[in-house]
């Protein structure tokens, strides 16, 4: 791909939407690699906040009364250092990563306190222009006016087939390894929370270009939105 060409002086904000699985935090890296942008996982600061109410033990606390989010958000650092994630200045890339924290992590999204407080952070990341961030409100809620919206879909079984994988390269530090059919109902749950909750639903914004990865490859998945990209940088020049 002619990266040069996407270096251009206008800089713009890519916001990548779309379920879990459907290959947005891949596509999202690699087109900011192309393009010399920052990438943002804002998936992964969601994922920081969850791993930190598991590992507090106060998962079931939160359940009951939500409210109580606000002494896990009192004192927290999230940072990203090129691939990597820390929190609290330890490196959690992989145990965000974790089939526990996949399953708690619609939950803690959809607590009010969480989605303002990582909103104003990711909103800080993106100020200066030049990123692409992915998430499941990031056209629709924290950069609604991005140059370029784009969302995600592919069908349950194929993003269950995803994560199988993902998880299978990974076996070795797992306890048992999720059945196939296991996942495609986590993440059929999962879509459900996500479209319902109260606060930032996964939706798609008006203006987003919508790409169903279903039987996409990466590299092709991945060249069309840098081709959007570079439309929408030489549109702004």
């Avoid at 606390?61 to 820390?86: A, C, N, W, Y």
């Avoid at 890339?93 to 607590?111: D, G, M, P, Y």
């Avoid at 749950?189 to 987003?208: C, T």
């Amino acid at each position: 791909m002619p990266v040069e060409q996407g270096k251009s002086t206008k800089r713009i904000i890519i916001a990548i939407d779309g379920p879990a699985a459907s290959g947005k935090s891949t596509t999202a890296r690699i087109v900011a690699g192309q393009l010399g942008y920052i990438y943002i996982d804002t998936g992964a600061m969601y994922r920081s906040v969850t791993l930190k109410a598991i590992r507090q033990d106060i998962l079931d606390e939160l359940k009951r009364s939500p409210g109580s989010v606000d002494v896990l958000l009192k004192e927290i650092s999230i940072r990203f250092d090129g691939d990597r994630i820390f929190l609290d200045g330890k490196d959690v890339t992989e145990a965000i990563r974790e089939n526990l924290v996949s399953r708690e992590v619609s939950f803690i999204s959809s607590l009010k306190p969480v989605r303002d407080r990582l909103r104003a952070m990711q909103q800080e990341l993106g100020r200066q222009k030049g990123v692409v961030m992915d998430g499941r409100d990031i056209g629709t809620v924290v950069f609604p006016d991005a140059e370029l919206k784009v969302f995600l879909v592919a069908d349950a079984l194929q993003r269950a087939k995803r994560r199988y994988a993902e998880l299978a390269s990974k076996s070795a530090g797992l306890l048992r390894l999720p059945s196939l059919e296991e996942l495609e109902q986590e993440i059929r749950e999962r879509d459900r929370a996500d479209a319902e909750r109260e606060h930032a639903p996964l939706k798609k914004h008006p203006e987003a270009v919508e790409i169903d990865t279903s039987e996409l490859t990466i590299d092709t998945q991945v060249s069309k939105v840098y081709d959007l990209a570079l439309a929408r940088i030489q549109d702004d020049c």
